[in-house]
């Protein structure tokens, strides 16, 4: 007679496996990344770019972006939790950028993506991998490689990509930056989706100038994904979260003031935010003496924000993203886009 408890037994031995291999990966961690002692030195300038703990950033803690993060987990989060479902023609994406206006949260949807699947976070910026030394950039890009291998599973997330790999033949490319970009692709294509969760690699990038990325690269980057300036109802929770510490004045209507943030970005918005929070203090301080200031004790200035407060602000912080530049990132993603 066949055990009804067969697949209940099954699972649990399953998460048996899962836990042996955790607590494995774990141990790897706290080993020291090993190499050749020349290269110790670049080793340990990318061990200064390693979130070696959880980024601690969730999905919750991003406002908005629903679609840009359903995106985001079908492509890399959910390959890591279903490694048995994503197999054959649903293989993982060899790599996935991420495409839109400076300030729209790319690097916190990173940070995210590390979160949720559990893994090593190397967030690499270009001024790294453009190492002062010369010829040491395309060893920086091996070792960079190597290193996610040895921590895996590992997120490397690179970071305006496009100033690191330009178009061949633009103003910008030089015969260095053509070394760089044929080591960052030959890596790439060694990064394959693994049957084992614990040994996948992932290459996240990002940029604010999709247009100006080589074509080999911008073909090895598989999923492309466009992150837009928030909505209404994100710019509402924005609004929310960067005024969750100051005291706010009962005239404060935060639907009307989301609604004259239209067109700006998230990063435009917490400058708004944090402008707005200093006006009763710079009103306050106005015409005193340094020592009449210094003397002014905390509840004097923390006043209530008010939507006078934020007119002014609004004066004062203009968007930073155009509507002709918001045009051509929908004519680029129409051609090129993959969500």
Not at 169 to 187: D, F, I, M, T
Not at 273 to 298: E, W
């Amino acid at each position: 007679m066949i055990d009804p408890r067969l697949p209940v037994l099954s699972a649990i031995r399953r998460n048996q496996k899962v836990e042996t291999k955790l607590r494995s990966l774990r141990r790897k961690k706290k080993k020291k990344f090993e190499c050749h002692i020349l290269d110790r030195e670049l080793a340990d300038t990318l061990e200064r770019d390693i979130i070696q703990k959880n980024p601690n950033v969730h999905w919750d803690n991003i406002a908005d972006l629903q679609e840009a993060k359903r995106l985001l987990e079908e492509a890399v989060v959910l390959p890591m939790w279903m490694p048995d479902f994503f197999k054959g023609i649903r293989r993982p994406w060899k790599g996935v950028l991420m495409v839109g206006p400076p300030g729209t949260g790319k690097t916190m949807l990173a940070k995210a993506v590390a979160t949720e699947c559990g893994t090593t976070f190397f967030n690499v910026s270009t001024s790294t991998l453009g190492s002062k030394y010369r010829g040491e950039s395309e060893k920086l890009v091996r070792l960079l490689f190597e290193m996610a291998r040895f921590y895996a599973p590992s997120t490397i997330f690179i970071d305006e990509i496009d100033s690191l790999c330009s178009r061949r033949g633009s103003e910008s490319e030089h015969e260095a930056s053509r070394r760089v970009k044929s080591e960052l692709l030959v890596q790439m294509d060694g990064v394959t989706a693994s049957d084992e969760p614990g040994k996948v690699v992932m290459v996240l990038a990002a940029t604010n100038f999709p247009w100006d990325i080589d074509e080999a690269l911008r073909r090895r980057l598989e999923k492309r994904i466009y992150i837009p300036l928030p909505t209404q109802e994100g710019r509402e929770a924005l609004l929310r979260i960067n005024l969750s510490e100051v005291k706010l004045d009962p005239d404060i209507n935060l639907k009307t003031i989301a609604r004259r943030l239209d067109g700006f970005s998230g990063a435009d918005i917490t400058n708004v935010c944090r402008d707005a929070s200093m006006m009763s203090m710079r009103r306050k301080i106005c015409g005193l003496r340094p020592d009449q200031i210094r003397q002014l004790p905390k509840e004097e200035l923390d006043l209530p924000v008010t939507m006078r407060d934020f007119e002014e602000a609004l004066v004062k912080n203009n968007k930073s993203v155009s509507k002709e530049d918001l045009e051509k990132y929908e004519r680029w993603m129409s051609e090129f886009g993959s969500s």
